[in-house]
């Protein structure tokens, strides 16, 4: 039984920031990935960053690299992902998720186990 609970989404102008956080409950993850896709209005749900629990290893989309950081705070059971250097098109709805497997696996929808409720970002040019 796992929960995750998301927070920080909100409304910021392009190159802004902002610091998503998602704080897990109900069983430890030290075997799990965790991390954060997104889905834009009449978009699929695709991937954004994801971050081993047990070795922080990051791993991040094409799109978002040199601008998003995803980290752990393991005391918290918590996940961050802190955005700069925002642009319009990062305008989505963010979901946290939990996983395991590869990072490849993790990085297809359909392989996530447990998600978020989402939290929308909306960056205005």
């Known amino acids: 039984q796992v929960q995750l609970v998301e927070s920080g989404g909100g409304l910021v102008q392009a190159g802004g920031s902002l610091r998503l956080s998602c704080a897990a409950s109900?069983?430890?993850?030290?075997?799990?990935?965790m991390g954060w896709f997104r889905q834009a209005p009449g978009q699929e749900r695709s991937f954004v960053a994801a971050?081993?629990?047990?070795?922080?290893?990051?791993y991040y989309a094409d799109s978002v690299k040199g601008r998003f950081t995803v980290s752990g705070d393991k005391a918290k059971n918590t996940v961050h992902l802190q955005m700069t250097s925002l642009k319009p098109e990062d305008t989505a709805v963010y979901y946290c998720?939990?996983?395991?497997?590869?990072?490849?696996?993790?990085?297809?929808?359909?392989?996530?186990?447990?998600w978020g409720q989402g939290t929308l970002v909306t960056v205005s040019s």
């Open positions: 971050i081993t629990w047990s070795a922080s290893s990051t």
């Open positions: 109900g069983r430890t993850f030290s075997n799990y990935i």
């Open positions: 998720a939990v996983g395991r497997g590869s990072t490849y696996w993790f990085t297809q929808t359909a392989n996530v186990e447990v």
